[in-house]
């Protein structure tokens, strides 16, 4: 069975500018969680859909959002990008969104100049 | 204060050894408790998770988890170079977000 998979892998924008991420699911999850990791702060989780709903959300602006399409693939958004945005974006998937079934992608590496 | 802390090392450790790491919790409401190991540029893997206090085993690992003192470990016997990574304590609330440590790094000196 194929992984979870995000592209791009590597991504340099400029302050202001826009980005789109995206992820495929392990065949048959349907939930998809996004997180952002950097050295200071760790993993934190941004938000999770599930059979193209927003589910549960993480504490970041309305500059960051999402959304799930129906083969479940997901895709988040930054808008106004600012150079604190920098940061490992990871999405995990799972079949129903619990602790135990949840896989992680390798992950997209963001640069903001 | 956050809602999970970790002690992120690094720790570096001779082959062979027992490594014990750990992470503690402000939240009592916190209901599964995993660890997950982090190789350079990969995402996180799980590697345990547990929902009740006690020690749960599976292999060279063992997951603990004291809920009375808001307190999670993971051990790691006969430690080899592989096991060189950062290992990430994580739990969930009753509504299911995940909340993560900051991680620790570890190292395995053959």
């Known amino acids: 069975k194929a992984g979870v998979t995000q592209t791009p892998r590597y991504l340099i924008k400029t302050r202001g500018q826009q980005v789109t991420l995206s992820c495929s699911p392990i065949?048959?999850?349907?939930?998809v969680s996004w997180y952002q990791q950097t050295p200071g702060q760790g993993l934190q989780f941004l938000f999770e859909?599930?059979?193209?709903?927003?589910?549960n959300k993480g504490n970041f602006p309305g500059r960051f959002s999402g959304r799930q399409f129906s083969n479940s693939r997901s895709e988040m958004n930054v808008s106004t990008l600012e150079l604190g945005d920098s940061a490992l974006y990871l999405c995990a998937s799972s079949y129903s969104g619990g602790a135990e079934t949840q896989y992680f992608g390798p992950g997209t590496r963001l640069l903001v100049l | 204060q956050k809602e999970v802390e970790q002690d992120p090392g690094p720790l570096s450790v001779p082959e062979g050894a027992i490594v014990s790491l750990n992470c503690t919790y402000s939240?009592?409401?916190?209901?599964?408790f995993m660890w997950y190991r982090q190789y350079s540029r990969k995402g996180p893997e799980l590697l345990m998770y547990?929902?009740?206090?006690g020690n749960k085993e599976d292999g060279r690992f063992t997951a603990q988890v004291d809920k009375s003192s808001k307190y999670i470990s993971l051990f790691i016997r006969d430690s080899q170079p592989s096991d060189s990574a950062t290992y990430l304590c994580?739990?969930?609330?009753?509504?299911?977000?995940?909340?993560f440590g900051t991680g620790t790094s570890l190292t395995v000196i053959p």
């Open positions: 939240n009592s409401a916190f209901q599964y």
């Open positions: 065949s048959g999850h349907r939930s």
């Open positions: 859909y599930f059979s193209e709903t927003q589910r």
């Open positions: 994580a739990m969930t609330s009753p509504g299911n977000q995940f909340y």
């Open positions: 547990t929902y009740s206090s």
